[in-house]
């Protein structure tokens, strides 16, 4: 099999200084389990609330955060009487023995929050390096698709890409192909949408994973290739019979992991910004797995046998609360269990996973000892 070589491009690649900051010395961000804020403890930031043999610790700084996710008002966060600032530490708390609970079910080691962290890194690399190429000297001015268009270009141009003849040439009568199905399809009227079931035309079985390309990102297969190529309308396809069409397809391909690449070769992972968004979203995942497993559980109560006999036992508990109304003429009517057995059971499902949230939080509560200072609670400024 003999191959050609695309090099698109030939740019000198330009120096770039690594990221001009540094992460906190103190801290280890990856060990911080927050939600709202990651400053760092200390005499300005006290802790206000912790758990010591749980991995819970409050500090001011996140709870001023929460609250003001709570209360909009900056005038009226800056007056809550002692009361309502415990109240609204101990919900804080409850949302932290919740990431807890997550982090003790090893909950970013499964499977499917591991999935997302990495998706999540490579989305903060983009956006770091993206960042600092905006701000870099003398782009500050320019426009930021100009910018960014060049930056990808660059990254592009620096990779030696071979592409097989033979696959090439099994890349472009595919193309082909699809572009007369997809043409077909117009003329019916049809959606040739990506995403309209049995519309668009579909890439081969006997050529997909045919590898078309081999880069230093890895193999690229002809359905790599198609699959990008039909998410664009008929009119705006790139001629895949032109090099020139092909490189088009790739870059728009590779361009994300390029920006990855590069913001990994300009040691961006270390970077505050991606640390603490890194953890922040760690934790988050984590907290929202231990939620995911009340639900499970609450899924798998709905499929009891006796679930019919609850639901009614629900019906009538609730009947003046929920099912009770009255009608145009100020008579109160009743809705009857039959007929809405859908709506009574989905009131259900939400009560049981509160109560199950409820249990999981007492529980956990008990078990272990709570530190509250009160004095700083009541000094913080919030």
Not at 1 to 21: D, E, G, T
Not at 98 to 123: F, H, I, R, W
Not at 280 to 308: E, W
Not at 358 to 373: S, V, Y
Request: hydrophobic share 40%; net charge neutral; proline share 5%.
């Amino acid at each position: 099999m003999r191959s050609i070589r695309f090099i698109p491009f030939c740019l000198v690649a330009a120096l770039f200084a690594a990221a001009a900051f540094t992460c906190r010395a103190d801290t280890a961000v990856e060990t911080m389990r927050r939600l709202y804020d990651f400053t760092p403890v200390g005499p300005n930031n006290p802790v206000l609330a912790k758990v010591p043999d749980y991995g819970i610790e409050i500090p001011v700084s996140e709870f001023r955060a929460y609250v003001a996710g709570e209360v909009a008002d900056a005038a009226t966060r800056a007056a809550l009487p002692p009361a309502q600032r415990r109240h609204y530490l101990e919900a804080l708390l409850d949302e932290h023995f919740l990431l807890a609970n997550g982090y003790e079910q090893k909950a970013d080691q499964t499977e499917g929050v591991a999935g997302m962290l990495k998706t999540t890194k490579a989305m903060l690399l983009e956006e770091a390096v993206t960042d600092q190429e905006l701000k870099a000297p003398g782009n500050a001015s320019k426009d930021r698709d100009e910018v960014l268009n060049k930056f990808r270009d660059r990254l592009f141009g620096q990779m030696d890409i071979v592409v097989s003849n033979e696959a090439y040439a099994k890349l472009k009568a595919e193309a082909h192909r699809l572009n007369a199905a997809t043409g077909a399809l117009t003329l019916l009227g049809k959606s040739a949408a990506p995403n309209s079931a049995g519309a668009t035309p579909q890439v081969s079985p006997d050529v997909a994973e045919v590898p078309l390309a081999h880069c230093k990102l890895g193999v690229i297969t002809i359905g790599d290739v198609l699959h990008t190529y039909l998410r664009q309308p008929l009119p705006e396809r790139p001629d895949l019979d032109q090099q020139d069409g092909v490189i088009a397809v790739l870059k728009h391909m590779l361009g994300p992991d390029l920006m990855v690449g590069e913001a990994r070769a300009r040691g961006l992972e270390k970077s505050p910004m991606v640390r603490e968004k890194m953890q922040l979203n760690r934790n988050v995942l984590t907290r929202l797995y231990a939620l995911d497993q009340l639900t499970a559980q609450a899924t798998a109560q709905m499929k009891s046998p006796d679930i019919d006999a609850r639901l009614k036992e629900w019906y009538q508990a609730n009947l003046k609360k929920l099912y009770t109304f009255p009608d145009k003429d100020g008579k109160e009517q009743v809705l009857p269990f039959d007929g809405n057995r859908e709506r009574i059971a989905d009131d259900y499902f939400q009560n049981l996973q509160d109560r199950l949230r409820a249990d999981l939080i007492r529980t956990l509560r008990e078990k272990h000892k709570i530190e509250i200072d009160d004095a700083a609670l009541a000094k913080a400024a919030l």
